[in-house]
């Protein structure tokens, strides 16, 4: 069974830029979350997806957006870079949107703005 | 809103036991986690206790649950070097649109030879 896995795992973006992350998830999930996690700090969560649509959202401006497709595979998209979006992205997946109680991190995309 | 709170570090000589606390807001909290980060990479899911219960025991790990305190602890018994990592408290509220878990800022063990 594979593990969720997560790419890049380093980026390096300017100020203003956009990024793209990408995430797969453990076989036979089709629930995934995603995760900031500033140095220091626990991960907040950003919002979650459930059959190719957002479930939930936490508190984070429209400029984070995502998309899930058919395979169950994730995007986190961020526009307009600002320096505070340096950090490390989780992403997560469970087996259901009811068993979301269990959720299976990857190794994360480190996001450096400069 | 929601808060987890967690002393920033522990540390214990190899071979003792390691005690680990967290309190939370969230009156309504369903299931508590417990979840390790080693240098460098994501995090591993150690086990988690839904709200009804008490306390879970899974090997060398203990949870203990004070639902009327909103403390909760990870007891982990003959620590060990590899042992040696960041350790979050995490917590799932009952409802609403978002299923996200809201963690604590993660208690550093360090484990003394």
């Known amino acids: 069974e594979t593990g969720v896995t997560q790419s890049p795992t380093h980026l390096i973006k300017t100020r203003g830029q956009q990024v793209t992350l990408r995430c797969s998830s453990q076989?036979?999930?089709?629930?995934v979350s995603w995760y900031q996690q500033a140095l220091g700090q626990g991960p907040q969560f950003i919002f979650q997806y459930y059959r190719e649509e957002e479930n939930g959202r936490g508190n984070f401006p429209p400029r984070f957006s995502g998309l899930q497709f058919p395979n169950y595979s994730s995007e986190l998209n961020v526009n307009a870079l600002e320096l505070d979006d340096s950090a490390l992205y989780l992403c997560?997946?469970?087996?259901?949107?009811?068993?979301?109680?269990?959720?299976?991190f990857g190794p994360g995309t480190r996001l450096t703005v400069t | 809103g929601e808060d987890v709170e967690q002393s920033l570090f522990l540390s214990v000589r190899e071979g003792d036991s390691s005690v680990i606390n967290c309190t939370y807001t969230?009156?309504?909290?369903?299931?508590l986690y417990w979840y390790k980060q080693e240098p460098g990479a994501g995090l591993q899911l150690l086990t988690y206790?839904?709200?009804?219960?008490d306390m879970k025991q899974d090997q060398r790990l203990t949870v203990l649950l004070n639902k009327k305190d909103k403390h909760l602890s990870l007891r982990i018994a003959d620590t060990q070097t590899g042992d040696s990592a960041i350790y979050f408290c995490a917590e799932k509220g009952s409802g609403g649109g978002a299923d996200g878990l809201t963690f604590g800022k993660g208690t550093h063990l360090i484990i003394q030879p």
């Open positions: 997560a997946s469970s087996l259901d949107r009811g068993s979301s109680y269990e959720q299976y």
């Open positions: 206790i839904f709200s009804n219960m």
């Open positions: 969230d009156s309504s909290s369903t299931y």
């Open positions: 076989s036979g999930h089709n629930t």
